[in-house]
């Protein structure tokens, strides 16, 4: 009489293992495109946040065209008063110079000045679109519009002699700052407003 042996069905064991596998490698390759899909859209997300305060900070630059130093009188010996004369750059958005800050440095001190009709003030020359009225206190700035600055020296005690050398930085809401560096005239002569910046040729 013959023996009955007893044999394991190892093919059916390895089949279970490959699906098993099969199954893991399927949920981890799932986990790990959700965790991209996600990353992905945060880094999106930064780029597109990113881009825009890059074309904000390119797009947000004053020009300063013109400076001049007024006297209260031709033989005064100080200037009492500086006028800078300012634009947006070409392409740039709308400024808010209500928000504008202003650094001046001497030789001897800083001064940051924010708007106040006793630090500085602020004049339309030329504002076709009407988004600058100074009457309702909106004082906003885009292509086109010319502004005049004008910033009190007895007030913020800033040097107004002759040969003197001065900076005046310009910082918006957003933008990069401006700045300008300046040597008053040798001489005032006999004129009550003294061309500083850009200096004359002739």
Request: glycine share 6%.
């Amino acid at each position: 009489m013959g023996n009955n042996t007893l044999s394991k069905d190892t093919i059916a064991q390895v089949g279970i293992g490959t699906l098993i596998i099969f199954i893991a490698m399927v949920l981890v390759s799932a986990v790990a495109a959700a965790v991209l899909i996600q990353t992905s859209g945060v880094l999106q997300q930064k780029a597109q946040q990113t881009g825009m305060e890059t074309i904000t900070e390119i797009s947000g630059n004053l020009v300063v065209e013109i400076i001049t130093g007024e006297r209260s009188s031709s033989d005064d010996p100080t200037l009492n008063k500086y006028d800078l004369l300012v634009r947006v750059a070409a392409g740039a958005r709308r400024i808010d110079l209500a928000q504008l800050v202003i650094i001046v440095e001497d030789q001897n001190a800083c001064s940051f000045l924010t708007y106040d009709k006793n630090n500085f003030t602020l004049e339309e020359i030329r504002d076709e679109d009407d988004s600058f009225q100074n009457s309702n206190s909106v004082y906003v700035i885009n292509s086109g519009d010319l502004i005049r600055i004008s910033i009190n020296t007895t007030n913020e005690s800033i040097v107004s002699l002759p040969r003197s050398d001065i900076a005046f930085t310009l910082i918006p809401e957003a933008g990069n700052p401006v700045r300008v560096d300046i040597t008053t005239p040798n001489s005032f002569g006999v004129d009550k407003v003294v061309r500083i910046y850009p200096v004359s040729s002739t």
